[in-house]
């Protein structure tokens, strides 16, 4: 069975500052990576995924993660955080090759200050 | 484009009655999914549906809960005899196939139990 561990469930970070996001998994089948973000009362979207091919991955609004397959981990990072990305951030797997039930890790809430 | 559409967004029940909560994929998609985030967690997987097949229920309280998807119109999660326990956000994800494929998420529907 696969799970995700989100080892931090607030990361207080102040504007311009850099941030982590730490995300480990448990599996022993390849899987697919994926980290999302949820604003207040909306839904997910997804922030960047990981399927395959290079390992440091590039998603929309200048967040990045690299997958690292020794460690089980997959990190989101940016380098200069702004108070619009205050939200809550998932970081979910899926087996590779079968159909994509996705197991979500509990939750980084991100609170930015000015 | 429409993106995943959910109605009603809140739903108040009282305890014994009856929910229901509507689903419209994005256009095209075959795949839909729903998810239950209960207060303060993450999200997790309930059932895994295609037009008119239920694959995966696995996530799925046996009693009360049901889910279908019909050769027309939008998937609908139903709850019988609601009970307090079941207040928590729903959310549906539609993909146009499995394996690789982005999961795309509702705004999702907000069920209080009184």
């Known amino acids: 069975a696969q799970s995700v561990t989100q080892l931090d469930s607030q990361v207080p970070v102040f504007e311009e500052a850099p941030v982590e996001l730490r995300c480990n998994y448990s599996s022993s089948v390849s899987v697919y990576l994926f980290w999302y973000v949820q604003y207040p009362n909306q839904g997910l979207q997804l922030l960047l995924k990981y399927l395959s091919g290079s390992t440091l991955v590039k998603g929309i609004n200048g967040f990045e993660a690299e997958f690292n397959k020794s460690q089980t981990s997959f990190h989101l990072r940016k380098p200069s955080v702004h108070i619009s990305d205050t939200a809550e951030y998932f970081c979910?797997?899926?087996?590779?090759?079968?159909?994509?039930?996705?197991?979500f890790g509990a939750g980084t809430r991100l609170a930015v200050h000015p | 484009n429409a993106g995943v559409m959910q109605n009603p967004r809140h739903l108040v029940r009282r305890r014994g009655q009856e929910a229901r909560l509507r689903c419209s994929p994005v256009k095209g998609h075959s795949h839909v999914y729903w998810y239950r985030q209960l207060p303060e967690e993450g999200l997790k997987f309930m059932v895994y549906?295609?037009?008119?097949?239920?694959?995966?229920e696995s996530g799925m309280p046996k009693e009360r809960f049901s889910a279908e998807f019909p050769k027309e119109g939008p998937s609908i999660l139903r709850i019988q005899q609601v009970v307090r326990g079941d207040s928590a956000a729903y959310f549906c994800?539609?993909?146009?196939?499995?394996?690789?494929?982005?999961?795309?998420f509702g705004p999702g529907t907000r069920l209080l139990v009184l």
């Open positions: 549906l295609q037009k008119e097949n239920i694959i995966d």
């Open positions: 994800a539609s993909s146009p196939a499995q394996g690789k494929e982005t999961q795309y």
């Open positions: 979910a797997v899926t087996l590779s090759g079968g159909y994509n039930k996705l197991i």
